[in-house]
Nanobody, 122 residues
Framework: QVQLVESGGGLVQPGGSLRLSCAAS????????MGWYRQAPGKQRELVAT???????NYADSVKGRFTISRDSAKNTVYLQMNSLKPEETSVYYC????????????????WGQGTQVTVSS
C-alpha cells in the first residue's frame, strides 16, 4: 500500500505564493505520474498540474505561467509552487500518484492524498 501526505497549505493573501509538497511512502517499487488536483466547495475536482516520471509536465490553462510542478524522484515527492494566487483558487488541493509496489510485478494503482486546504483571502 502507498500513502500520500500533503503539506504546505494555508491562508494566503491574493497575489501571494504557497508551496505544496506531497510525499509518497509505504510499499513502493516505483512511482510513475504524479499530480495535483483541486476541489472547491460545490464543484468537481479538477486537474491543476501533472508530471511524469521523466519530468514532462502538463498544466491547466488557468494556472499556466503562475504554477510550477516539480518532483524529487529519489524522495518520491512532488511539489507545487503557486504564485499570484487568486481568491477563486481557494480549494482543497489533492495529490495523486500512480505507483507500483511492493514488487516489480505488482499492479499499478492510483493513490490520492487526503488533501490540504488552500485559502486565498485578504
Amino acid at each position: 500500500q502507498v500513502q500520500l501526505v500533503e503539506s504546505g497549505g494555508g491562508l494566503v493573501q491574493p497575489g501571494g505564493s504557497l508551496r505544496l509538497s506531497c510525499a509518497a511512502s509505504g510499499s513502493i517499487f516505483r512511482i510513475y505520474d504524479m499530480g495535483w488536483y483541486r476541489q472547491a466547495p460545490g464543484k468537481q475536482r479538477e486537474l491543476v498540474a501533472t508530471i511524469t516520471g521523466g519530468g514532462s509536465t502538463n498544466y491547466a490553462d488557468s494556472v499556466k505561467g503562475r504554477f510550477t510542478i516539480s518532483r524529487d524522484s529519489a524522495k518520491n515527492t512532488v511539489y507545487l509552487q503557486m504564485n499570484s494566487l487568486k481568491p477563486e483558487e481557494t480549494s482543497v488541493y489533492y495529490c495523486k500518484a500512480d505507483g507500483r509496489g511492493p514488487y516489480f510485478y505488482s499492479d499499478i494503482n492510483t493513490y490520492w492524498g487526503q488533501g490540504t486546504q488552500v485559502t486565498v483571502s485578504s
